[in-house]
Structures are given as structure tokens and as C-alpha cells.
């Protein structure tokens, strides 16, 4: 138990990711990083900027230590923990499968281009959840897709991130 709440050891679509910035744990219940940020700062772990506060460091829900990237200061939010706590408050996490099919459609039509659409399938890949990637590629595939999500969509994301600073 950690702060009140039962931490098990379910996997809910962050079974590759440990810790997940407030859009990404919004993702998994398909909630913005505004509602998931409220959701948190109603249990006392978020301030009104969507900082963690000492509460949060304490029950393990929060750090300011980012893997892939030293430099890189946004909190970042324990997907256990933070889960619990928006399914114990009635969040449903969304289907995976539905989430892969619908970004599966989404990159085939960019990739089939529209003069109405200014996003690339790339471009638009780019805020592909890294955790999807593989299954929407090969759901991309079984489509008849030519277009594959590469890392180096993510890589650039990350590198965009890093020099917005």
C-alpha cells in the first residue's frame, strides 16, 4: 500500500514504460494531461502547474529523473502507482486494441495524403506512444500499408523536446 493506495501488479498499457509524463498517463485512459493532472492534484501529488509536490515524491508517484534524457527536468509519474489511483477514482483505461486500430487508420489516411491535411504520417508518428509502436506497425501491414513507424520518429521527438528548452 502507498499513500492510501493498493499498489498491484496489474499491467494496463504501460507494461514497457515505468514512468510516463502526464500526457502519456492520460493516454492510457484517454483523459488530457489537464484532467489527469486534476485527478492527481485532487489526491494532494500535483500543484495547479502540474508539478509533483513532496507528497507525491514521498508516495513514490513522482521524480524529476528522466532515463533517456539527464538534462531533462519535467517530472515524470510512476505508471503503477499513478494508475491505481485514476482507476480507484473511476478512470477505465481504454481499449489497446481499439487504440492501435485507430492509429493504425489515422497514419494509412495521412500516408494516402489529403490537400486539406498539412500533417505528414511522420510528422503525426511522432506522438505514437513508443509502447504501440511495434502493433500499429503490423497492423499497418495486415492494412496494406506501405508506411512504418521507425525510431527515429520517436528519436526526433525526443531530440525536439530536448531542444525547446
Known amino acids: 500500500m502507498v499513500d492510501g493506495i493498493w ?3 496489474f499491467s494496463v ?3 514497457s514504460r515505468n514512468w510516463l509524463n502526464l500526457t502519456d498517463l492520460g493516454k492510457v485512459y484517454g483523459i488530457s ?3 489527469c493532472g486534476s485527478a492527481l492534484k485532487e489526491k494532494g501529488w500535483c500543484n495547479q502547474f502540474g508539478k509533483p509536490t513532496p507528497q507525491a515524491f514521498q508516495a513514490g508517484a513522482a521524480s ?4 533517456n534524457n539527464p538534462d531533462d527536468d519535467n517530472p515524470i509519474w510512476n505508471a503503477k502507482v499513478c494508475c491505481e489511483l485514476l482507476k480507484d477514482i473511476g478512470y477505465t483505461p481504454i481499449n489497446r ?3 492501435i486500430e485507430q492509429w493504425a487508420k489515422l497514419l494509412e489516411a495521412l500516408e494516402e495524403g489529403s490537400p486539406s491535411i498539412n500533417t505528414t504520417a511522420a510528422q503525426m508518428a511522432e506522438d505514437l506512444p513508443i509502447e504501440l509502436i511495434d502493433e500499429v506497425n503490423i497492423k499497418l501491414a495486415s492494412r496494406g500499408c506501405i508506411f512504418r513507424v521507425s ?4 528519436i ?5 523536446k530536448s531542444f525547446s528548452k
Open 156 to 160: 526526433s521527438k525526443c531530440r525536439a
Open 7 to 9: 499498489v498491484s501488479d
Open 151 to 154: 525510431d527515429s520518429d520517436q
Open 97 to 99: 486494441t481499439l487504440q
Open 33 to 35: 494531461a489537464i484532467q
Open 13 to 15: 498499457m504501460v507494461s
Open 64 to 67: 524529476t529523473k528522466c532515463r
